[in-house]
């Protein structure tokens, strides 16, 4: 009783607010409210390339063992999945999603012509394109476009971050960055910025001043509506006190209120282990587990877990070779991880790369990400992937 | 209604400058256009100084490399190795300072504008200073010349064909990936070659390269010297003759003056206009100072549709603020920051591609970022505000341990932060002496601002601070750069 009357008066008190709020912001008022049983997206980039070959480890390997004697890790210290396989020992959270069945581990993803620049291959990631060709859009903001056209909802898509990602740009609609949504724009000036909006009377239009207008009235109202939400429900488990954590506590939060939000975005880097590659991934790898370890667990009590669906991804892996300063160069193709409780292929979806078929001392794509992307829009978020790939890419049967 | 000097002169120091300065600001009613336009062209018309930042330090490392490779010594030592990437990172930061301040400070601000726009056309990332800085002169010294010219430069630059994988272009191991972007984005565009022609181009590009100090190479042994088939015509070409036939393509033509269009006229381009300009382009043999002048002395770029129609870009933004105020900033880092936190960094492009510029500069965070900065360089508001990591500047180095090491990613790793501005307010403030009070808010207004709608000046008011007539007029300044019309020019 005492949650139904913290809503209502929260609920209240924005609709008042709304009350002041120019026309177009209303979209607002009227806003179907998510049931439980809605899909939702987490998206957990690990920044820098990480080492996909100590990520899933080929313990029984001797190519993989001779590239890298220094690096290798051994098979007593992996985690074993099977005769064949291990992760990371850092990962046992991710073991345990693994005996589970709540863990696919998607091997060889990448794109043809694979670039090696940090940038530009993050780039073709976050905008699904080809490496021949630069697009100015990011697919889930691709997504938004075609999900919400003509509506004012840019939180359907939220990143936990100060800074919006390539990844979360539409055409027409951007997602939004929250670090922190207790202090989303926490500045000095905000009043005047509220009054500033408040006293433009101009409907939206086609002039950029009306643009920049709407986009601001949007961040503001979101802004609201995303602290609003982020209290309904707050998350009362433990999470780890890192970035991470908070991040993922954060999403938990938004998932268990109302909100209409589908796609949580969410980093973590760097993995660009040029030198000391093993104390760097083994910090970064336990941020990792803990953070979703505590997140899985949220979900499960919560009994969202079959609703959620986290995958991880990189630029690009690593080469097959260490180098000489204790880490390994920039590679191409690389494993990716889905959780979720609803996953219909679990395990090794698919074979590990095959070390006697290297492309100059790099790993061959078997499965173009674009795939797994538009499995994901198609089968978990029931958009339309054809349109917001502007391809058709064969559906994969994980979901 | 016509338009007033006042509104013409914005309009133009803004499109072909980087905004009037506050020096100027005595001047913007008593000059027409025309002549505003006259004496720009006037101030760009020398050859500009090569820009060196790098230190002697990094030159002796170069030499050394220099020395090693004649002595077929393979590995230079590690800490060699570490600290001229360290030292190319400072260097290229230097740079990015360095050409800001001239962007703020010179009289040249035609020619830094059209660098500026060139420098997006042929945007490059390497981490190679010396290379960069070539890069820039090529630019900087063609950015009103001959675009043939430029192409030409630009192409032979250590920093594009090492950047577009060039120096891996031989002839039994053709790479395209510089034929494609020339064709592509340098010059035709999209949709006006086929691959076969990239292949052909790519062919004739064997052999182009450049050595340690940035010089450029033609190395003949790698050279493929049979004939290759370009847009039509045949013969035993090498690259120069490929560039001469893309430049013999009235596409590229209409391409570049699209393009220019765009960025100095209005986003949505009016075909009639870009057609008469590239006609005219392409009659001149690419004369860009040509092109400049038919577009900044025609009735239409001051029409009014034109004014106040564009979304400044971040470097755009943060140039024309310290132009309209002097000041002094202890903290340039936070320039660096702001750069990359409102997706603008000088130097580090996206792609090959470029800035895509336009709507795309807004998103909520980059549009609460940019109203908060006249606040930030009034040291009012604090900078907690993390851009993303950019993993090809710091390779990994943001999360050692070593403080040596973080301490070298100055500039990429952000401290909550102040910004310390020095703002030198006296021109700007005698500026408006003899204003009446009730007129002080619109006034300011007007010449900060190209759009025709403004926030109200009431609410301006509510939050300016009263208490002496400078003080006035230094908050009201501030509030009104906060504003989503100060966006726009």
Not at chain 2, 67 to 87: L, T
Request: aromatic fraction near 10%; charge should be neutral; include cysteine.
């Amino acid at each position: 009783m005492i949650i139904k009357r913290k809503e209502f008066i929260q609920i209240g008190s924005l609709a008042t607010a709304s009350i002041m709020l120019p026309k177009f912001l209303k979209a607002f008022e009227g806003q179907a409210m998510v049931p439980a049983g809605n899909k939702v997206v987490v998206i957990l980039q690990l920044s820098g390339g990480n080492d996909g070959l100590n990520t899933v480890i080929p313990i029984r390997n001797d190519i993989y063992y001779r590239s890298r004697p220094r690096l290798g890790i051994e098979k007593t210290k992996a985690l074993s999945l099977t005769d064949e396989v291990g992760l990371h020992p850092a990962l046992t959270g991710f073991k345990e999603l693994y005996d589970d069945g709540s863990l696919g581990i998607m091997n060889s993803v990448g794109y043809p012509n694979p670039d090696r620049s940090h940038f530009r291959s993050m780039d073709i990631w976050q905008t699904a394109s080809q490496s021949t060709e630069y697009v100015t859009t990011g697919w889930v903001g691709r997504y938004l476009d075609a999900q919400c056209s003509g509506c004012d909802k840019p939180t359907q898509a939220i990143e936990i971050d100060d800074v919006l990602s390539l990844a979360m740009k539409g055409q027409n609609i951007n997602g939004i960055a929250v670090k922190d949504p207790k202090r989303l724009y926490g500045t000095a000036n905000e009043k005047f910025f509220r009054d500033v909006l408040k006293n433009h009377k101009n409907e939206a239009g086609e002039k950029p001043v009306d643009y920049l207008y709407k986009t601001m009235a949007q961040t503001l109202s979101s802004a609201d509506y995303i602290f609003q939400q982020s209290k309904l429900h707050p998350s009362s488990a433990e999470y780890p006190k890192t970035d991470l954590g908070n991040s993922m506590k954060t999403i938990a939060s938004l998932i268990f209120s109302d909100i209409n939000t589908k796609v949580y975005y969410v980093s973590l880097g760097s993995f660009d282990t040029h030198v000391n590659q093993e104390m760097q991934q083994q910090r970064l790898f336990t941020e990792m587990n803990e953070a979703v370890k505590a997140f899985v667990k949220d979900l499960k009590s919560n009994s969202r877990f079959n609703d959620v669906m986290l995958f991880t991804f990189s630029e690009f892996g690593r080469r097959v070779s260490q180098n000489a300063s204790g880490g390994t160069d920039h590679g191409t193709a690389n494993n990716m991880f889905l959780v979720s409780g609803g996953l219909k292929q679990k395990g090794l979806i698919n074979p590990l790369p095959d070390l006697n078929d290297l492309d100059e001392g790099d790993l061959k794509y078997k499965v173009d990400f674009k795939n797994v992307y538009a499995t994901i829009l198609n089968k978990w978020l029931d958009a339309d992937d054809k349109k917001i790939l502007s391809n058709k890419y064969d559906h994969l049967n994980f979901i | 209604m016509s338009l007033t000097n006042q509104v013409k002169n914005q309009h133009l120091l803004w499109r072909a400058g980087f905004g009037p300065a506050v020096e100027e600001l005595d001047d913007l009613s008593k000059f027409s256009s025309k002549q505003v336009y006259k004496g720009l062209v006037k101030a760009s018309d020398k050859k500009p100084e090569y820009i060196d930042v790098a230190d002697d330090y990094l030159k002796g490392l170069m030499l050394g490399i220099e020395e090693a490779g004649r002595q077929q010594k393979k590995e230079m030592p590690k800490e060699d190795k570490k600290m001229i990437q360290q030292k190319n990172r400072e260097g290229v930061r230097s740079l990015n300072m360095y050409w800001m301040h001239e962007m703020v400070n010179s009289s040249a601000q035609l020619r830094e504008k059209l660098s500026f726009f060139w420098h997006g056309h042929f945007a490059c990332r390497n981490l190679n200073v010396f290379y960069q800085q070539g890069l820039l002169d090529a630019i900087r010294t063609n950015a009103l010349g001959n675009f043939g010219d430029l192409l030409k430069a630009v192409s032979k630059s250590s920093a594009m064909l090492n950047f577009l994988n060039n120096q891996q272009n031989r002839k039994d191991h053709p790479n395209e990936n510089f034929a494609r972007e020339v064709m592509e984005l340098f010059t035709l565009g999209r949709g006006n070659y086929t691959e076969h022609d990239v292949k052909e181009a790519a062919r004739a590009f064997t052999g182009w390269g450049s050595n340690l100090k940035g010089e450029f190479m033609f190395r003949k042994f790698q050279h493929d010297s049979d004939s290759k088939t370009v847009l039509g015509k045949t013969g035993n070409f090498d690259g120069d003759k490929v560039l001469d036939i893309l430049l013999e393509q009235k596409q590229t033509a209409k391409f570049i003056s699209q393009k220019v269009y765009k960025f100095f006229v209005n986003e949505t381009i009016d075909t009639e206009k870009s057609d008469w300009l590239a006609d005219r382009f392409y009659k001149s043999n690419y004369d860009i100072s040509g092109l400049m002048e038919d577009i900044f002395t025609s009735d239409w770029f001051y029409d009014e549709k034109n004014i106040g129609a564009k979304i400044k870009s971040p470097v755009e933004l943060l140039v024309g603020i310290q132009r309209m105020l002097p000041m002094k900033l202890e903290n340039e880092e936070a320039l660096m920051l702001l750069q990359r936190v409102l997706g603008q960094m000088l130097f580090y492009p996206p792609n090959v591609a470029g800035w895509p510029g336009g709507k795309s500069w807004i998103d909520s965070s980059t549009l609460m970022m940019r109203m908060r900065i006249p606040l930030l360089i009034n040291d009012a508001d604090e900078m907690n505000v993390k851009p993303k990591d950019d993993d090809d500047q710091m390779m990994g180095r943001q999360n050692m341990e070593n403080k040596e090491e973080r301490k070298s990613l100055k500039g990429l790793i952000p401290r909550r932060q102040v910004i310390n501005a020095n703002i030198d307010w006296n021109l700007y403030v005698k500026n408006f002496e003899n204003t009446e009070k009730e007129k002080l808010v619109d006034s300011i207004s007007k010449i900060l601002l190209q759009t025709k709608s403004a926030v109200d000046n009431d609410l301006i008011k509510q939050y300016s601070d009263a208490g002496s007539r400078e003080s006035f007029i230094k908050t009201t300044t501030l509030q009104i750069m906060s504003t989503p019309e100060y966006q726009l020019c």
